[in-house]
């Protein structure tokens, strides 16, 4: 069956440090997947897209890799700050309309 | 900017009552989507609209049922409410004309309670 799973623990990190988190999926061939942050009670924001023909992207303290071979994506923020305590959704785009959301790892980053 | 609208923000509903949450998309926007999030979940993909027509579907009960009226905006109406219906539901937009398709903007939600 079709699965995306992300660090299902927390993750706690100290300020200046770099946040690394990990998507993984089986039995999609995504066009491209998204990374989104969400705050409690508040939509997901979209932070970046990068497709399958792509294996970096960056975008400030933002980095995403993609690795279909291994079927992994991996977020990086660095310089973290406790502003960036949130979680953190990835999402694949399955053909059509469609986007599976995982289930999101929450980071904290402490001062 | 203008942002996608939903409304009501907070709505209380007993058990085996109707409810219609309503989503503005961001103008000139052509497509939406609707999600369910439940506690501690990750969103839960209901069913799409592009230019008024159902683009897409997923795990949307029989009982929900949704459309996109000729102005954008979006219904998700929701009959024989059940308490596992409790949850936020959130609207997202985005535009195939701005090359951005794939970048989806989300509303702030709506919260709904199954007493």
């Known amino acids: 069956s079709q699965k995306i799973e992300q660090n299902s623990e927390a993750l706690n990190i100290q300020e200046g440090k770099t946040a690394t988190l990990t998507c993984n999926y089986t039995?999609?061939?995504?066009?491209?997947l998204q990374w989104y942050r969400q705050d409690p009670g508040r939509g997901p924001v979209f932070l970046l897209l990068?497709?399958?023909?792509?294996k970096e992207k960056r975008k400030e303290r933002l980095k995403v890799t993609f690795d279909t071979t291994l079927k992994q994506s991996l977020f990086h923020i660095t310089a973290s700050q406790p502003a960036d305590s949130a979680t953190y959704l990835c999402a694949l785009h399955t053909g059509g309309f469609k986007t599976i959301f995982g289930a999101g790892t929450r980071l904290f980053v402490k001062a | 900017a203008a942002g996608v609208i939903q409304s009501p923000r907070h709505l209380i509903k007993e058990k085996r009552e109707t409810a219609t949450l309503k989503c503005y998309p961001i103008p000139r926007h052509d497509t939406v989507y609707w999600y369910q999030q439940g506690p501690g979940q990750d969103p839960q993909f209901l069913i799409s609209?592009?230019?008024?027509?159902?683009?897409d579907k997923g795990s949307i009960p029989d009982r929900f049922s949704a459309q996109q009226f000729s102005d954008y905006h979006s219904e998700l109406n929701m009959s024989s409410l059940e308490l596992g219906d409790s949850a936020l539901y959130f609207c997202?937009?985005?535009?195939?004309?701005?090359?951005?398709?794939?970048?989806?903007?989300f509303g702030p939600g709506t919260r709904l309670l199954v007493l």
């Open positions: 039995n999609y061939s995504p066009a491209y």
């Open positions: 609209f592009y230019e008024k027509m159902q683009s």
């Open positions: 997202a937009s985005s535009s195939g004309t701005s090359g951005y398709r794939e970048t989806q903007y």
């Open positions: 990068i497709r399958e023909n792509e």
